[in-house]
């Protein structure tokens, strides 16, 4: 079974950074995908990033484009999302998550993490 632990919440003012980390275990990374997702208070989760194991290709949504960016270090199993110019709507809880097709990055993700806040104080 995949267990992932998202780490790098907190609490930063509208512009700043955070970079939050998602470490994989329990079997070898070597295909798949990564995805980040986030959920504000009464709102559904939705998609933020994904990037494919292997070709390391990404997809975004629209409201992170330019401003997110997904990565990942194989050797650490470990995924990554770098947000700049964060706004307070993008705060919520930021979950990372696993599937092990990756045909499609939006959707029908297997393994998920436990959750990290993210605040953005205007």
């Known amino acids: 079974q995949v267990q992932l632990v998202e780490s790098g919440g907190g609490l930063v003012q509208a512009g700043g950074s955070l970079r939050l980390s998602c470490v994989a275990s329990?079997?070898?990374?070597?295909?798949?995908?990564m995805g980040w997702f986030r959920q504000a208070p009464g709102k559904e989760r939705e998609f933020v990033a994904g990037?494919?194991?292997?070709?390391?290709?990404?997809l975004y949504a629209d409201s992170v484009k330019g401003r997110f960016t997904i990565s990942r270090d194989n050797a650490k199993n470990t995924v990554y999302l770098q947000m700049n110019s964060l706004k307070p709507e993008d705060t919520g809880v930021y979950y990372c998550?696993?599937?092990?097709?990756?045909?499609?990055?939006?959707?029908?993700?297997?393994?998920w993490g436990q959750g990290t806040q993210v605040t953005v104080s205007s």
């Open positions: 329990g079997r070898t990374f070597s295909s798949g995908a």
């Open positions: 990037i494919r194991w292997n070709a390391g290709s990404t």
């Open positions: 998550a696993f599937k092990r097709q990756s045909l499609v990055l939006t959707t029908s993700y297997s393994d």
